[in-house]
């Protein structure tokens, strides 16, 4: 048996040493997992849900007492936590694993942190290829916590069957950037620590901007790390999806593009390219985009 098929029967078992090794070839693109992604089963069936907002919104908070919930009903639960990246290394925080660590030892909870290695949409350019791995494997939900970085949050909605917008009663003065923003994707809204003053008046604001928008969108309060209002919350995950995610055909178009682009790039030789260029700035008249224009044409 060809070794990328034997390794993806291995995930399809939900083996989680090949798995999270899977997902480390992949997010490097370390052969095979050319090969892997190519053989990947469309589990289109494989509910992910996107949780997003501010940063201190409580979502890992949010996250644990998510999966919480689906683990007591032996539901197997993979977490995909995005974390901040340092624009000077492209380190991460992953801060995530430290705050998810009650879920470790849970053999149905699968936690994997990804860094966002510049990415501006909040979601690393590796974030479908995981999930489509993950969504090979034998989990009954996915869930991708993306890095809360406001109104550029928009691809999480294409890639997520379902949007979770946290937000917290302090963000009463960034309600009307709602508006224009998080309101576009948001399929629904969670009020966490709402047992913080200001609460009752914060949703109040939100349900009236809610209301002045083409889709209902439904608002919830939750003291995540209380546990209140958990249930209600994952009674909506578990909800049939009643319409079509028309984003997800723009991510994906947009993602064709960048495998084609690298694909046609394969043939640059980049350190020939540098030569090139180290060459030709000596010139008094050096314009890149003619440089540019007469590379491709030699190659």
Known sequence: MNTHLSILSEVKRGNYKVLARVLTLVENDIAPSDLILKNLENNANKLVIGITGPPGAGKSTLVNAITNYFTAANKRVAILAIDPTSPFNFGSL???????????????????????????????????EMVDVLKASDFDLIIVETVGVGQSEVEIAGLADKTIVVLVPESGDEVQNIKSGLMEIADYFVINKADREGAD????????????GAKSIPILKTVADKNIGIDDLCRWILKPIETTNQRREFLYAEKAWRIIQSQKMMSVDKKRLREEIQAALSANDFNIYRFVADFVEKN
Do not use: C, E, W, Y
């Open 201 to 212: 008046t914060f949703a109040n604001n939100l349900k009236k901007i809610v209301h002045q």
């Open 94 to 128: 992953l801060g995530d694993r430290i705050r998810m660590a009650s879920q470790f030892n849970n053999p149905n909870v699968f936690i994997r942190s990804l860094a966002t290695r510049g990415a501006l949409g909040g979601i690393s350019a590796k974030t479908i």
